[in-house]
């Protein structure tokens, strides 16, 4: 059974600050995906990372990849207050191209 | 980009009645849907996978006969929760597979059974 972790489940910083949430996943997969959900909201795609080594970024958020560790990290450079929300991570299941195993989520609050 | 609708956002119901969602993807078809549930401050449980012209494939604990799963066409997934009760009170959000292995999501559900 896929199991996916997140660290830390909760995640206070200062505008300005730099940091990193990670995700560990127990079983093979090479597609994993992170999301940022709003309260009260859905959830809006942030990265798709599909190989060894993939590395993205968009603004202030660069995710990456790395399949032989089973790990992904999602950086924040200089954290604004807009930022705050809740992150998932979420891994393709084994045997299927599309089912996702979520992580708990991290709920990310940036101070003033 | 590509946009998946859900209807109604929100619903109230009275325990014992019957709640239909629809799951539509507005501008690409989508041959896989898929519904979860979310609880307050939890993640996102995988309820069932939403086959166009097949049966629906359910998670583990999840009862097919109280979560019904219609995937009509390319375009539209419907969930009907059956005999709801205050339990099934939660956050129903469908996911449609597009290009590229994205999967994007509706707006969500949120169903309050009372």
């Known amino acids: 059974e896929l199991k996916v972790e997140q660290n830390p489940l909760f995640l206070s910083m200062q505008e300005g600050k730099n940091y990193t949430i990670y995700c560990n996943y127990s079983?093979?997969?090479?597609?994993l995906y992170w999301y940022r959900q709003d309260p009260g909201k859905s959830l809006e795609s942030l990265f798709v990372?599909?190989?060894?080594?993939a590395v993205k970024q968009e603004g202030r958020l660069m995710a990456s990849l790395d399949t032989k560790a089973r790990l992904s990290t999602l950086h924040i450079t200089a954290a604004v207050h807009d930022l705050s929300a809740t992150y998932f991570c979420?891994?393709?299941?084994?045997?299927?191209?599309?089912?996702?195993?979520f992580g708990k989520g991290t709920l990310l609050t940036v101070n003033p | 980009g590509a946009v998946v609708s859900q209807h109604p956002s929100w619903v109230i119901c009275k325990s014992g009645t019957s709640v239909k969602i629809e799951c539509r993807s507005l501008?690409?078809?989508?041959?896989?849907m898929f519904w979860y549930r979310q609880f307050p401050k939890q993640s996102l449980m995988l309820m069932a996978t939403?086959?166009?012209?097949?049966?629906?494939?359910?998670e583990q604990g999840v009862e097919k006969d109280k979560f019904l799963i219609n995937h009509a066409s390319l375009t539209l997934s419907t969930l009907t929760v059956t005999s709801a009760h205050p339990e099934d009170s939660s956050f129903y959000i469908c996911?449609?597979?597009?290009?590229?292995?994205?999967?994007?999501f509706g707006p969500g559900t949120r169903l309050t059974v009372t």
């Open positions: 501008d690409f078809q989508a041959t896989t």
């Open positions: 079983t093979t997969s090479d597609r």
């Open positions: 939403s086959n166009e012209g097949s049966k629906a494939t359910y």
């Open positions: 990372l599909l190989s060894n080594g």
């Open positions: 979420a891994v393709v299941s084994g045997g299927s191209n599309y089912k996702l195993t």
């Open positions: 996911s449609a597979v597009g290009q590229n292995y994205e999967q994007y």
